[in-house]
């Protein structure tokens, strides 16, 4: 007889979780972030009302592998007005409007010159874009098309209000103390202004997955990471090099919220248990979802999976960096967040975490023949017992390849039934005593 | 130039083969088979006379594995009649009507009572179930769903008349010698009562394969084993696991009589030397067929391919298991057998035992260019030697990858020629002492 | 962001160099060439006044492996003519006319007799087929279908005049000295008469491209080798076997200059070196191309890949032996070449050269994260250097994948991008001290 799989359990996707974690992207939306500042730590303060952080403040001109740590920067105005003083483009309306790490100006400046220091994008011309200039000393200011079209004044007084100084870089993590100190890596970017999907969307999912985690007594120990891109993670990874050798699992998190499918993108490796995991996750899950190979270009994952580390780091997105007409742009506000979305981004994070937990091997105790299931209450006929999460063939898979050889993830993927059933499987066989973990 | 590989050597698919395969099992048909009892060893003693059997009797009690053998159930009587004494469901029409390892009964018992122990197939109500109770104690009796329809008495008497006591598990083996002592195993199950294709056909064919391998002196040796399914498969591997190391290459036979095309099992390796010779036999045979991976449901690779043992042993079918809808009732009777059909399980099955036998590695006494040909009357031209079973590009193939790391099946598999013609081209270069075996 | 790849410098194929090789070609093509003879020395003669070549003579009776060296065959005049001494069939009209090696005669020969030495092409009933008996004594001759239903005649006059006595079989090689020692064979067969594809074409290829690499100072050192088919590279393997070790790529040269699109034909080994840098080129390379694993029928890779040396030797064509309807025949006439074919080829094995001398492995000197680039004036913006020969993205994939264990051809493959575009990238990446060699 063929058997149809049973589909595992349903991940519940509730409404509820979407709701809330919306409304923590509304909170944090307004601030505005960077690379270092104040708007990164009353970013963190928020996160730790639901989660216990460790906050790093670590000073400018550390060195951080090749790169050093900038200076701090902070901005508290920016604005563009006529000479008789009504502002045209105003950083208090969007904190696009003035480039990441201006240097300072109270001027006034033709608009000729003006010109050469202001981004548009000019194919959305409703659009600001978010720019930056992190490693080269500038001043400028970003705005939409059609507003750069109407500065038709001579001059115009330009004003930035802000401070590049030696300060700090500020990041922090959440750890969650597992049965093993085997640890999980989730990182994601805390640097961008007023932008949603890149990447409150992924900095509430994180916030989420900790706190479910917390309770959920997990296996490994799981260390969250929410630091700004690039020169913070190279600021992590070189304070932390000698605790790498812990990570067996890592995920970039960004762009969990649009509409759009899940997008997987696998470490350097290609083959890393984390790759098969949230291979077989996306398997067995229903709608569509894309797995690309590793590409040095996109987030942090470029720094953990640099040939020196080459840390087993994947990265789970919904539309990628780059692949959505709003990216790095004002469109990206909280209009293209949809809670179905946040709750779905971490439902499968919920089943990552799950297989990644509860993958483990073992050898069967009667493996010469099948053991006889009748007498020990296992054999409700084939499809009879698929209450209790399995069904008869889950039974038989798990007895057949619990050879010491075969992990429970190799058993799901080779049989084409859900991680979930093939867990449920080995605990009834666990509890009949016809199983034992290889240690 | 461009060759169009030969096709090798046809196998006949005799029709006379098939009619007397079919006259065998019209023959078997008829008798009362189960896991153990008098049943099978009529059966054996039918087979006795085309080949030597070795019979094994096993008493009830015996552990075998995880299992114990059970105690031997016979019936020679079971009804259900009206009061008036007319049988209405009787035994002697059809032997499926007795649930297999019915307890003994004679009473009256109430139609309702009745029901809970009737077994139909309501989806084919003219169909009778085949259903067994092997390991549960219990009776009952199987029907058609029109005849269940009929029953409208308050009353009927009901009897069984069978024993389910201590005896013996019956099954056989047929060993043919070969040049070496290293092992094929041909396993098929005896067990099922009055159904045909599953599994008279298999028994028909393979006691005619054994009746041919007695005559062709094979290298391997073949050991043919007629047993009960599981329990006898149990047993067997329970009483001669000192031996299973010398086993190379094994098949479960069964079902090979309907008009489906050919599917084959892997077995639970997946790439056996078993899998590789079955495929590039089915690969080079006209029509359709179908290689399955390995799941641990079916017959009795079940127990060969279980951890503990995890033998090279497929499983080679025409429709499988569960896949034909007369599967396990009574429509799979003597019509469903094409004397075509077993002629051709036939044939496949003497193709495999030639690759089986046939494969051998060899390494060029020349390797270093080409050796003349010419000179040696082996170069007749490309196409020219067809009639000696093999073409020109058979011979460069054979001494282009006599490197002593090939086999000849691997030679057919990267040549793409059947293995018959890479064969036949050895034993040409053989001949002209132009290669030598590896040993 | 979605990088579209750049598609790597261009390879000019410049109309002069197709010309020039056609020319070349057309002084060649009148020439009787055979596997012995003159026909092989005043071509070679030809070919050394653009390149230097040493000229091997092997006398007649020198054992080439299993082989012997064939006495030499020359001929002056062959022709059939009437009793009244009209001729009919010239070798002067065309030398294809007589029989490669066919022993001399002259006599009045009855039509009977003669139609049995005479050889046509039916199917193309104007061309003359080119055959050869070099290891079975006869004589013939050849002719178009048409000519031969011209004759009517009782008797013909039959005049062989050649010779087939002691002499020489004659080979050259040109030998480019480069930075190693390790060696790259180029090898094609100089046994043709007139015929243009097969083999004048990849005769001149050959030529030029080697006139090329003495210009580039390669890193390998390249040995082309012209030799005599089949019993040519026998005669050269057997005198050079303790060198063979040196051969880190090869390839067979042929039938270069039809049409048709680029076939290449792997080496045995299927997964050579020279396999994959062919791939790589041909990938990156505009227009179709076959790629087909190695059978054991073709050219000298026949013997260079036979199981004794299994030396990493390919065979690059356009239209292969066999495949075009004027393979072997007077229709394989310059008419068949094209110019622009022939620049291609040669503009492709420049390409392959490329990747042959430039395939080095690197380690990165700053593995752990990325090296900031922006301080070293690498950062230009994704797309920004392709005037330089790569992108942002060559320079990402290199200082990613430098990890001791990728050569550059491993990092075009993993890439997608072209070599060339890798190359430049790490030229790049070496002149600013982030790369070192892996020696």
Redesign the interface.
């Known amino acids: 007889?063929?058997?149809v799989p049973d589909q595992g359990r349903e991940v519940s996707t509730k409404p509820e979780a979407g709701a809330s974690m919306l409304r923590l992207a509304e909170e944090l939306f307004p601030i505005c972030r960077s690379i270092t500042g104040n708007g990164v730590r009353q970013t963190l303060q928020i996160l730790s009302r639901f989660i216990p952080l460790q906050v790093a403040e670590v000073p400018s001109g550390t060195a951080?592998?090749?790169?050093t740590v900038p200076r701090e920067w902070n901005v508290r105005a920016a604005y563009i007005a006529k000479l008789d003083g009504t502002r045209v483009i105003d950083f208090e309306q969007n904190n696009l409007h003035v480039l990441q790490y201006s240097t300072p100006l109270d001027r006034i400046v033709p608009l000729d010159e003006l010109r050469n220091h202001l981004h548009t994008l000019p194919e959305h011309p409703d659009w600001i874009p978010y720019r930056t200039s992190y490693?080269?000393e500038t001043w400028g200011l970003c705005l939409t098309h059609h507003q750069l079209e109407a500065l038709t004044d001579e001059e115009y007084r330009v004003v930035i209000d802000s401070t590049l100084a030696d300060g700090h870089l500020t990041y922090a993590e959440c750890i969650i103390k597992g049965e093993i100190d085997r640890e999980v890596l989730l990182s994601c970017h805390i640097c961008h202004p007023s932008l949603a999907n890149d990447n409150l969307s992924a900095i509430v999912v994180a916030t989420m997955l900790a706190q479910h985690l917390r309770n959920a007594k997990p296996r490994h120990t799981y260390r969250f990471v929410f630091i700004p891109g690039?020169i913070g993670?190279?600021t992590w990874?070189?304070r932390n090099?000698r605790k790498l050798g812990l990570i067996d699992h890592g995920l970039v998190l960004s762009c969990l919220g649009d509409s759009g499918h899940i997008n997987y993108k696998q470490s350097?490796r290609g083959n890393s248990s984390i790759d098969r995991i949230v291979a077989h996750v996306l398997r067995t899950e229903p709608g569509d979802h894309r797995i690309t190979p590793f590409?040095?270009?996109g987030y942090d994952e470029?720094?953990y999976?640099?040939?020196?580390?080459?840390l087993p780091v994947g990265c789970l997105m919904r539309s990628p960096?780059?692949?959505y007409p709003e990216y790095h742009s004002s469109g990206d506000n909280l209009s293209l967040l949809r809670p179905e979305s946040l709750a779905h981004s971490l439902a499968v994070l919920k089943r990552i975490v799950e297989v990644i937990d509860g993958d483990v091997t073992y050898r069967?105790c009667?493996?010469?023949?099948?053991?006889?299931l009748?007498?020990r209450g296992l054999w409700g006929g084939?499809g009879g017992l698929r209450s209790a999460g399995y069904d008869q063939?889950a039974l038989?898979?798990v007895?057949?390849?619990?050879?010491g050889q075969h992990s429970l993830l190799d058993m799901a993927e080779r049989?084409g039934l859900p991680f979930s059933s093939i867990r449920a499987a080995a605990d009834a066989l666990v509890n009949a005593e016809l199983l034992e973990p290889v240690v």
Chains 1, 2, 3 share one sequence.
């Open positions: 007889m063929n058997w951080a592998l090749d790169w490693y080269s690039t993670s190279l990874l070189s090099e350097r590409v040095p270009y470029r720094q999976c640099s040939p020196g580390f080459n960096n780059g692949e069967s009667n493996a010469k023949g099948e053991p006889q009748g007498r084939l063939m038989l898979w007895l057949n390849l619990a050879d049989s």
